[in-house]
């Protein structure tokens, strides 16, 4: 899969995913890699291309809880980009993977307030709250 086939940046002119592509790196991981910890700066936006990711926290006995199982194609954890906060919860690969991962704050200023890019960027957030909600409701 290639960036311009990601639903968000299907319809960016060339221009744009040229300017898109001079600020994102693809990068391939592997099934257990640690994308990110809880505490950590969120500068990246993370681009999951193929592959799929567990973000879990720890209990207040060291168990592993997982929060949310993401498949590809999708962002992760791009909440704690939108919010300029540090990541809430630990992010680590499932499978072999691989990601694009996009200077937010450049993304932010070129691209986020583009009308055909703030919609699909909301839609990817009330997913995840969706997710998240489904979890609560799983484990009260």
């Known amino acids: 899969m290639k960036i ?8 960016l002119s060339e221009a ?23 505490g950590s700066e969120s500068t990246k936006l993370h681009l ?6 567990r973000i879990y926290k720890h209990d207040e006995r060291g168990n592993e809880i997982t ?12 909440v704690a ?6 990541y809430p ?9 691989e990601l694009v991962l996009i200077d937010y704050k450049k993304f932010e200023e ?7 890019i703030v919609m699909q960027f909301i839609k990817s957030l009330s997913n995840k709250i969706r997710g998240l909600e489904s979890f609560i409701s799983n484990n009260i």
Request: proline fraction near 4%; hydrophobic fraction near 35%.
């Open 16 to 38: 744009e995913l040229e300017k898109l592509e001079s600020i994102s790196r693809k990068e391939k991981y592997y099934k257990d890699n640690i994308l990110f910890y809880k």
């Open 81 to 86: 980009n939108f919010n300029s906060m540090p």
């Open 67 to 78: 929060i949310h199982t993401i498949t590809a194609p999708s962002f992760i954890a791009e």
């Open 110 to 116: 070129e691209f986020l307030y583009q009308p055909k």
């Open 48 to 53: 999951l291309l193929s592959g799929i990711a």
């Open 4 to 11: 311009s086939d990601f639903y968000l940046f299907n319809e």
């Open 89 to 97: 919860a630990n992010c680590s690969l499932e499978t072999d993977s």
